[in-house]
């Protein structure tokens, strides 16, 4: 397309441009435009006027470097390059300058195109190097360069290494979805705090990869939303729930269990008719269970995911508003929500020191104004549990409670330890 040697001519000529030790040197990878803007640009123009954007480019390019320097073609959209240059001395000199050369438009055809350059930079000094891997660490390090001040940046490995690992998490997530063993839920009590009592838990999940061991779902949990994964994930979860709590009761444990509802769950069309199915599967009472969101679940399609709410709450089905104080909680907003609990995030709770209780106690009466109960979240200690108590707080969560913990443990908790401690 452009006439320079493309990539597999980089890999086969890499040992010459590194030289026998790599020291001094660096590859230089130029990235034109993201692969999406690209595509904007293919959809509006086609084929022969992408392609002169990217010639358009390649020679905006060259007339920045000093002549004679080999040019690689090495992707549809980059082009790669080595240099003589020290590590110490920082950000070479010309990758500055290229990054502000394309800061404006790339002329192609008379059209301006807004040019979204990357310019990322990968030392050749020392390591014992794979060519693709090079190559690889220089786009990366050429997308991060969106995002610094000068649009230059050099291959990170930390940044790199959560990227492979966000990646693996996803890619490895069905499996685990498909196979036993590796997904688990685990339950914390939650307990009226007049009385002590137990009458319901929340599930949460968890996750132990064969390679990776546990993964937390505030890790993985985020990257599924991301994707269509987060809807198998919670109807998993659902089921797993379900079925406990039908075991529990079984063994004369009538409890309500919690569970964690994601944004797309709530906007997702039939969400409240699989839950009602669900219950009716495993013959358990729709009180029996509770629906928790955040606030953040709401801003992403507030009419889709009301409706939806409010018909699951017609239904009988509790919900929760979790990790409240914690977003934009407005008040016009927590009156439209139908809802019938409030969770106060723990960030308000675990430094409870009684001196403090100002927002707490505004909490509480706010949300009691509105007819909601009341449930704390992250009770460490007997000092804040006792505090709550005497506030007029309806539930509560919290280490000092009980930790999650697998089923079994819960019903012999309920048995035994808890009966007696209370
Ligand atoms: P969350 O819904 O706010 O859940 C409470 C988290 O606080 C849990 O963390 C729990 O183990 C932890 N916790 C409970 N009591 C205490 C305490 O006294 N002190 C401290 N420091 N922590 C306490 P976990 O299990 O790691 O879950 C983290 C988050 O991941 C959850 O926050 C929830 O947002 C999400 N999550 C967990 N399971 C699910 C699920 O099945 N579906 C969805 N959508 N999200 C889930
Ligand atoms: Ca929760
Ligand atoms: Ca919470």
Known sequence: MTGVPNRLRFLADFKKLRGRSGRGRMLVLVTLAEARHYNEILRALGHAFSEDFVRAGLMQLRSMLPGGTPVYHVSVLSFAFVIGHDMAEGVPQIAREIAQGFAGDIVVEDIPIRSKVGVGLMSLDGHAID???????????????????????????RTDAAHIRAFRILADLPAALSQPGQLALAFQPRVTLASGQ????????????PELGAIAPAEFIPLAEQTALIHPLTDWVVEQALSATRAMADRGHAM??????????????????????????HGLQHS?????????????????????????????????????????????????????????????????????????????????????????????????YALLRALGCDEGQGYHIARPMP????????????????
Request: proline share 3%; hydrophobic share 40%.
């Open 198 to 209: 137990c009458h319901g838990a929340e599930a949460l999940l968890r996750w132990r990869h």
């Open 131 to 157: 060519p693709a891997e090079v190559l690889r660490a220089a786009l990366v390090a050429a997308q991060d360069s969106r995002r610094s001040d000068d649009g230059v940046a050099f291959y990170n490995n």
């Open 256 to 281: 309500t269990v919690s569970i964690n509802a994601s944004p797309l769950n709530l906007s997702e069309p039939g969400f409240d008719d699989k839950l009602f199915w669900a219950c009716d599967r």
């Open 407 to 422: 089923e079994a443990d819960l019903v012999q908790w309920l048995e035994g330890a808890y009966a007696r401690a209370m």
């Open 288 to 384: 029996q269970v509770e629906i928790e969101f955040t606030e953040g679940t709401l801003a992403a399609n507030q009419e889709r995911a009301t409706r939806q709410l409010e018909r699951i709450r017609k239904a009988g089905i509790r919900i929760a508003i979790d990790d409240f104080g914690t977003g934009f909680s407005n008040l016009a907003y927590l009156r439209s929500i139908p809802a019938d609990v409030l969770k106060i995030d723990q960030s308000f709770i675990r430094p409870l020191k009684g001196s403090d209780d100002f927002l707490v106690r505004q909490i509480l009466s706010m949300a009691h104004g509105l007819g909601l109960e009341v449930c704390a979240e992250g009770i460490e200690t007997p000092q804040s």
